[in-house]
């Protein structure tokens, strides 16, 4: 689904130069649910958003479900995103001003679905995520973790083949997190690929595979018996 050779990033700064991925090689299969661990600063974000295309590398390769992505067009890279890829972060990133089916709804909007269809998708989303009840609130009538749920919503809701998910614990309080993830295993359990940005190892432990990422380079990557989140809530 996913595969990187030899990936290098730098973000210049004036005359300097920081060198933030230096080498990274790592595959991902269709159905695997991955976390990217490493202390803050070490480059996963970067990572993610390399693999999300809302960056690009400046060597290396990257492959996602057999096609080529580089120097893409921003049209191109737009519909690749909308096609491939879902997106979580931690912030939730909900328009503050429409309501949790709006939110839902939205990018099928830029995939030109009629409104009566849209309505429908979103709705079956949020129910998916336990909020069918909530379809009317405005983010800020949600709790941290519905907001969470409700962008998970949004995420599904283009039926991407890949989940990017950067630190989507990271504003939620433990038992709050633990409830995301089990939503997000159940996901999984469903055959669809995820990626876990995150620095915490309770969280990592709840995937099936963790990518360790020290300054730049991947140091460990193990597959791990997933502990499952309702177990710990
Ligand atoms: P992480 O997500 O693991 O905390 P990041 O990928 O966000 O790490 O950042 C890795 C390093 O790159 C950090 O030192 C950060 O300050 C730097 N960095 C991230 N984004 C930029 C940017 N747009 N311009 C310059 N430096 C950046
Ligand atoms: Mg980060």
Avoid: C
């Amino acid at each position: 689904m996913i595969e990187i050779k030899n990936l290098h990033k730098s973000y210049k700064m004036g005359s300097n130069s920081l060198h933030v991925l230096k080498g990274i090689n790592f595959s991902v299969a269709e159905g695997e649910l991955v976390s990217i661990m490493g202390s803050s600063g070490s480059g996963k974000s970067t990572l993610l958003n390399i693999l999300g295309m809302l960056d690009e590398a400046d060597s290396g390769t990257y492959t996602l479900d057999g096609l080529p992505i580089k120097n893409l067009n921003e049209k191109i890279a737009a519909q690749y995103r909308n096609k491939f890829l879902g997106f979580i972060f931690q912030s939730f990133n909900l328009i503050s001003y429409k309501n949790a089916l709006d939110n839902v709804a939205l990018p099928l909007y830029y995939q030109g679905i009629k409104h009566k269809e849209r309505v429908d998708i979103a709705m079956s989303y949020l129910e998916k995520v336990g909020l069918a009840d909530w379809a009317g609130h405005l983010p800020n009538e949600l709790s941290g973790g519905q907001k969470q749920r409700v962008a998970i919503a949004r995420a599904l809701a283009s039926n991407p083949k890949v989940l990017l998910a950067d630190e989507p614990t990271g504003a939620l309080d433990t038992k709050t997190s633990y409830e995301v993830m089990d939503l997000i295993q159940g996901i999984n359990d469903e055959g669809r690929t995820i990626l876990i940005v995150t620095h915490e190892h309770d969280i990592a432990e709840m995937t099936k595979r963790i990518v360790n990422l020290k300054d730049g380079v991947i140091i460990d990557d193990s597959k791990v018996n997933q502990v499952r989140a309702l177990s710990n809530v």
